[in-house]
């Protein structure tokens, strides 16, 4: 293991300069081709080119997995040049792909290496491994399976486990020795990372012990299907094991209320806030969709609370759609709604002021009230405003 990655996505670069490496050692630094599933997080492209990597990408079958042909015809086509696979198991699409044996089988027999992105250990954790499925590296995401809080950004941290073929060439660290003999150059500034935080996931594993960490998967998986069983009626899942079950998550497509009543998944989002709820992923790994992860943390209270609220939102968009409320006027679009508007001397709007911010009994008892509404989202990324003030400014400040 090398501790030093700060993060998922710089433990893909790690492990990909330790593969990039371990083939150059073996005189084949020619190898730079990384196949890469659609269904990938978009930190598994961003890290292969920083890792000079050529980027193919290999086709998802209509039930989301891999298509293990294209795969095949992918691994022989650029079996000279092939570095690795990178694959995320169980899926991005919340799914154990049925044949990920054969998938990593057919990488290592044209002379590639298999990543296997560990952002989702939370549904393998003390089940099943990530070397039984035939992986030469993988990352674990401390901040997702192993207790270290997510919020707000960060910090995490994302160490590299590798196979014993890879261990010489772990990351080094030019004053404090560490990493194997013939390690690359650090990946971090720190020898071990964010050491101190490393101590939250020690403490969870040691208190919650082997049979506890089994059980925490378990109950993982058992909260996502629960979900996915309260919440398939109202909402469709998108992808399912071949026994009609999710892992420890699932897709829920909200694409169908654009066309019926101009509802898209962030109408849905935002309007959770007002229920009290800070929405699950959005546009992930499927535009338009929510995944929802609950892993093994929430009480069943807590997951029912979340299931009445995205019922009830379901129920706004029934709504909507049958013409109670207009598709320009509703809670949806205008959500979330803050407590400067809803105290407000004027109401313009069709629908209460009770039904915009008290939607739900349970939450009268314990309201969280937006401080903003809608910053527009993608307008922000991609129209950057500095803030930073002129030097006239610091000029004028000195003289007063
Ligand atoms: C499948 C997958 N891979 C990689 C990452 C990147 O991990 P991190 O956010 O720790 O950099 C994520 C993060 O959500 C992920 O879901």
């Not at 998922?8 to 300069?17: I, K, W």
Request: net charge negative; glycine share 8%; charged share 20%.
């Amino acid at each position: 293991m090398s501790l030093q990655p700060n993060s998922g996505a710089q433990g893909e670069y790690a492990g990909l300069v330790v593969i990039q490496k371990y083939h150059n050692d073996r005189g084949q630094s020619h190898r730079n081709v990384v196949l890469i599933p659609q269904s990938a997080h978009g930190t598994n492209p961003a890290s292969a080119v920083l890792a000079g990597l050529k980027v193919v990408v290999v086709k998802c079958d209509d039930d989301g997995n891999i298509d293990l042909s294209d795969l095949r015809l992918k691994a022989e086509q650029h079996q000279e040049n092939l570095s690795c696979l990178m694959v995320t198991y169980p899926s991005t699409h919340g799914v154990y792909e049925e044949n990920i044996k054969q998938i990593t089988a057919a990488i290592h027999a044209n002379g590639g290496q298999v990543y296997m992105d560990g952002a989702n250990m939370n549904a393998q954790v003390g089940l099943t491994c990530p070397a039984l499925i035939g992986a030469d590296v993988c990352h674990l995401n401390l901040h997702k399976t192993f207790a270290i809080p997510h919020g707000g950004g960060g910090p995490g941290m994302g160490p590299i486990g590798v196979a014993e073929h890879l261990a010489p060439f772990l990351p080094s660290h030019t004053v404090v020795p560490t990493g194997g003999r013939k390690g690359v150059n650090a990946v971090a500034a720190a020898p071990w990372g964010s050491a101190l935080i490393l101590l939250i996931s020690y403490g969870y594993i040691k208190m919650l012990g082997k049979t506890g960490v089994q059980r925490a998967t378990e109950i993982a998986m058992l909260n996502a299907n629960y979900i996915k069983a309260r919440l398939e009626k109202h909402y469709p899942v998108l992808y399912k094991g071949k026994n009609g079950f999710c892992a420890h998550e699932m897709i829920l497509d909200c694409r169908a209320f654009k066309a019926v009543a101009n509802v898209d998944v962030t109408d849905i989002a935002k309007r959770l806030m007002d229920y009290g709820f800070h929405a699950p992923t959005v546009a992930f790994p499927v535009a338009g969709t929510l995944m929802v992860e609950p892993t093994e943390s929430e009480p069943l209270e807590e997951i029912d609370r979340f299931c009445d609220a995205m019922i009830a939102i379901r129920h706004e968009i029934m709504e909507v759609i049958n013409g109670e409320y207009s598709k320009e006027d509703n809670m949806l679009v205008n959500a979330p709604h803050t407590a400067l508007e809803a105290t407000a001397d004027e109401w313009k709007h069709s629908y209460s002021r009770q039904k915009a911010v008290f939607p739900a009994p349970w939450v009268a008892g314990n309201k969280f009230w937006p401080s903003v509404k809608r910053v527009d989202n993608a307008y922000g990324d991609r129209n950057l405003v500095c803030t930073c003030p002129d030097v006239l400014s610091y000029e004028n400040a000195e003289a007063i």
